[in-house]
Antibody, heavy 127, light 108 residues
Framework: EVQLVESGGGLVQPGRSLRLSCVAS????????MHWVRQAPGKGLEWVSG????????DYADSVKGRFTISRDNDKNSLYLQMNSLRAEDTALYYC????????????????????WGQGTMVTVSS | SSELTQDPAVSVALGQTVRITCQRD??????ANWYQQKPGQAPVLVLY???NRPSGIPDRFSGSSSGNTASLTITGAQAEDEADYYC???????????FGGGTKLTVL
């Protein structure tokens, strides 16, 4: 079964740090670009950070650039998000998501779609 | 910055057809991906690319695009289709993924 399981969320004071983890199973983790997407309570989805399949670069939303760092350990099938200098507006449910690839082997293409999502880990930034 | 604009709420009578739109702030032709999210659950990809359904998604879900507006159409809406729907694509720079603000679909 293809699965993503996030952990590491919790209550943290403004200005402090937190590290989120996401463990993948059921698919060749190192073959896929991965992303973090968050959802503030009662609000919509917001892309946070991810690996760019086309360029190979790491990208960040402007709202977190310089404060958050995404990384991955393919040997451990794991994705991470190091969050520093946390603010109240970072309060959200953080999802780990896998980028969807289609097409025959060797000719895979991305549509920038996310086809597998974890259940999320809640981060609350409050004093 | 690039934005994707969705109507906040749409309603449809049971069994009828509804279209949910996603407007981009540029005139460039594009195709959006679409997600369904029910309360307390993670989003589920229901359409990707021009008009493609992942495995397990009913064929009553279809997509289209015209100019700077992408659409998700549900033909014969069912009670279980009541959910929030989000569109997404990549911004013009190619560096950021974008999500629309979401549309709450009510099936009457």
């Amino acid at each position: 079964e293809v699965q993503l399981v996030e952990s590491g969320g919790g209550l943290v004071q403004p200005g402090r740090s937190l590290r989120l983890s996401c463990v993948a199973s059921g698919f060749p983790f190192d073959h896929y670009a991965m992303h973090w997407v968050r959802q503030a309570p009662g609000k919509g989805l917001e892309w946070v950070s991810g690996f760019n399949w086309n360029s190979g670069s790491i990208d960040y939303a402007d709202s977190v650039k310089g404060r958050f760092t995404i990384s991955r350990d393919n040997d451990k099938n794991s994705l991470y998000l190091q969050m520093n200098s946390l603010r109240a507006e970072d309060t959200a449910l953080y999802y780990c998501a896998k980028e969807f690839l289609s097409g025959p082997a060797g000719h895979l293409v991305t549509h920038d779609a996310l086809d597998v999502w974890g259940q999320g880990t809640m981060v609350t930034v409050s004093s | 910055s690039s934005e994707l604009t969705q109507d906040p709420a749409v309603s449809v009578a049971l069994g009828q057809t509804v279209r949910i739109t996603c407007q981009r702030d540029s005139l460039r032709n594009y195709y959006a991906n679409w997600y369904q999210q029910k309360p307390g659950q993670a989003p589920v990809l229901v359409l990707y690319g021009e008009n493609n359904r992942p495995s397990g998604i009913p064929d009553r879900f279809s997509g289209s695009s015209s100019g700077n507006t992408a659409s998700l159409t549900i033909t014969g809406a069912q009670a279980e289709d009541e959910a929030d729907y989000y569109c997404n694509t990549r911004d013009i720079s190619g560096n950021h993924l974008l999500f629309g603000g979401g549309t709450k679909l009510t099936v009457l």
